[in-house]
């Protein structure tokens, strides 16, 4: 973990966290000094732990490996290393804002409560605020990235709770995933639907709801009309585009994501590429592409 916590020459009193379902590069975290705690995922009964800097995986593994067929499975944080993770921030004296994966899609903002909730007994005069993101993947590293920005500008952690639960209903997710099977293994859409999807060049087009669930509104057909489903998506949805700075993620498909990048520009102030990693590439396959920005939550395709 890191240990500094600075701005230029202002010492900051609280630790900002969030988990690694963000899918933030570790570049990007020691740019916003925001901690990210590693989630597990486990591979031919073996544990992994998954870090933004992916150092006990590489993202080409873990990929090559799912494509091969071998199945994984991810776990949430635990009480315990909640415990670990908080304890010594708060025995050196500091407070803690923390937002990661959200009730939506895992129970790890659960246990995480119940592990604040003992932690607080024992540190009575430290302040610990968790806040459920309503976000899922690089939606969340989106709103971790914008708020990341405020924390190192020095703001207090109130400031900090106030803007997250401002924007993070404002977070669009609009992703299209393109690994069918992976879907079929994973009990999200039938054998019939997956071949049938396959054979006609069907794609799921899934968003989030303001419950932080991931939504199937609609699905896009053919290669091309991914890009343009996501750019008209952006296009609908934005609020003052120009202004914004534009996450696109992508599971092992690179060349989309540049694709994507190419035909956004010009449309907002700035557009970053992210790798979705194991914790959520687990659940969606490789190919997915998505989208992600500040608007209004429309969940009509």
């Known amino acids: 973990m890191t240990n500094v916590h600075y701005k230029g ?16 590069s570790a570049e990007i975290a020691k740019e ?39 199945d994984s499975k991810t776990t949430q944080i635990n009480y315990n290393n909640f415990i670990n993770y908080f304890e010594p921030y708060l025995k050196a004296g500091k407070d ?21 909730k003992d932690l607080q007994e024992k540190y009575s005069d430290r302040k610990i605020v968790i806040i459920d993101s309503m976000c899922d993947s690089v939606g969340l590293g989106l709103l971790i990235y914008l708020a990341g920005q405020k924390y190192t500008e020095g703001v207090s952690i109130e400031e900090l709770e106030q803007y997250i639960n401002d924007i993070k209903l404002k977070v669009c997710h ?10 079929k293994r994973g009990g999200r859409i039938s054998a019939v639907a997956a071949t049938f999807g396959k054979a006609l060049q069907i794609k799921p087009l899934i968003s989030v709801d303001e419950g932080g669930h991931l939504i199937n509104v609609g699905k896009v057909r053919g290669a091309s009309n991914v ?31 540049l694709e994507l990048q190419k035909r956004i520009k010009g449309m ?13 590439g687990s659940h969606v396959g490789s190919g997915m592409l998505a989208i992600l920005f500040l608007g209004t939550r429309n969940l009509k395709s």
């Open 96 to 116: 803690i804002l923390y937002t990661g994966i959200c009730t939506g899609l895992s129970g790890t903002y659960n246990t995480c409560l119940m592990a604040v």
């Open 268 to 280: 907002c102030k700035k557009s970053i590429i992210c790798d979705i990693g194991p914790v959520i």
């Open 174 to 183: 609009w992703f299209i995933v393109e690994d069918l099977d992976h879907l």
């Open 227 to 257: 890009y343009n489903s996501l750019v008209s998506h952006f296009e609908r949805d934005a609020e003052n585009p120009k202004e914004q700075t534009v996450f696109i993620g992508h599971a092992d498909n690179k060349e989309g994501a």
């Open 32 to 70: 916003i000094n925001v901690e990210i705690l590693p989630m597990e995922f486990t591979m031919e009964d073996k544990s992994y732990l998954h870090y933004a800097d992916a150092r006990m995986m590489s993202l080409d593994d873990f990929y090559s490996k799912l494509k091969s067929g071998i």
């Open 9 to 24: 020459d202002v010492f900051m009193d609280y630790i900002f966290m969030t988990d690694s379902s963000c899918d933030l």
